[in-house]
T-cell receptor
Framework: SAVISQKPSRDICQRGTSLTIQCQVD?????MFWYRQQPGQSLTLIAT?????????ESGFVIDKFPISRPNLTFSTLTVSNMSPEDSSIYLC??????????FGPGTRLTVT | AQSVTQLDSHVSVSEGTPVLLRCNYS??????LFWYVQHPNKGLQLLLK??????LVKGINGFEAEFKKSETSFHLTKPSAHMSDAAEYFC?????????????FGAGTRLFVKA
């Protein structure tokens, strides 16, 4: 199993600014992911955070907008850059410690005004 | 390629009556299947999972799901709904194939429970 914490839990930001979200896991994991959940929607995978190399982004998401760091096997950050109201979402960190079960962080609720 | 279809965006039941949330999937590999619940302003909680063992899977809070390969379905059921079951439910398929670990979330089913 894995216990995941995220900071901040929520934030209200002005458009044009950037926010960095931190994800901390209580054990070393190879597979770590970032998801976005827009209001009233399901979860969409943003990227896979790779330790020691550049993240792998899904279609529709780019590094300039969502830069990701993964300095070690227990920590990652996601930055939402140059924010607009359309970026208002819940951002979730997720890990897969074994080969199937996925664990999710509590999420960061972002509101952009 | 993977896909997940939750057949109902909303389901409304009366307290004490059975719950059925429907999910169909497709996967090129041997998938693992999950149901997650998300209460308002809360995080995702795993209800149950299927990983190629018993086809009838029992989860928390009285929920269970049956994996039917011939129908490519993984419907979630509960014999008697409780008010606290009102939440959003997500069916999820994941597999570890040649492209790495892949997870697809269904669109979600909002469960309403009437008193």
């Amino acid at each position: 199993s894995a216990v995941i914490s995220q900071k901040p839990s929520r934030d209200i930001c002005q458009r044009g600014t950037s926010l960095t979200i931190q994800c901390q896991v209580d054990s070393q994991v190879t597979m770590m992911f970032w998801y976005r959940q827009q209001p009233g929607q399901s979860l969409t995978l943003i990227a896979t955070a790779n330790q020691g190399s550049e993240a792998t982004y899904e279609s529709g998401f780019v590094i300039d907008k969502f830069p990701i760091s993964r300095p070690n096997l227990t920590f990652s950050t996601l930055t939402v850059s140059n924010m607009s109201p359309e970026d208002s979402s819940i951002y979730l960190c997720s890990v897969v410690p074994g080969s199937d079960e996925q664990y999710f962080g509590p999420g960061t609720r972002l509101t952009v005004t | 390629a993977q896909s997940v279809t939750q057949l109902d965006s909303h389901v409304s039941v009366s307290e004490g009556t059975p719950v059925l949330l429907r999910c169909n999937y497709s996967s090129s590999y041997s998938p693992s299947l999950f149901w997650y619940v998300q209460h308002p302003n809360k995080g995702l909680q795993l209800l149950l999972k299927y990983t190629s063992a018993a086809t009838l899977v029992k989860g928390i809070n009285g929920f269970e799901a049956e994996f039917k390969k011939s129908e490519t379905s993984f419907h979630l059921t509960k014999p008697s709904a409780h008010m606290s079951d009102a939440a959003e439910y997500f069916c999820v398929v994941s597999d570890l194939g040649t492209g790495g670990f892949k997870t697809i979330f269904g669109a979600g089913t909002r469960l309403f429970v009437k008193a």
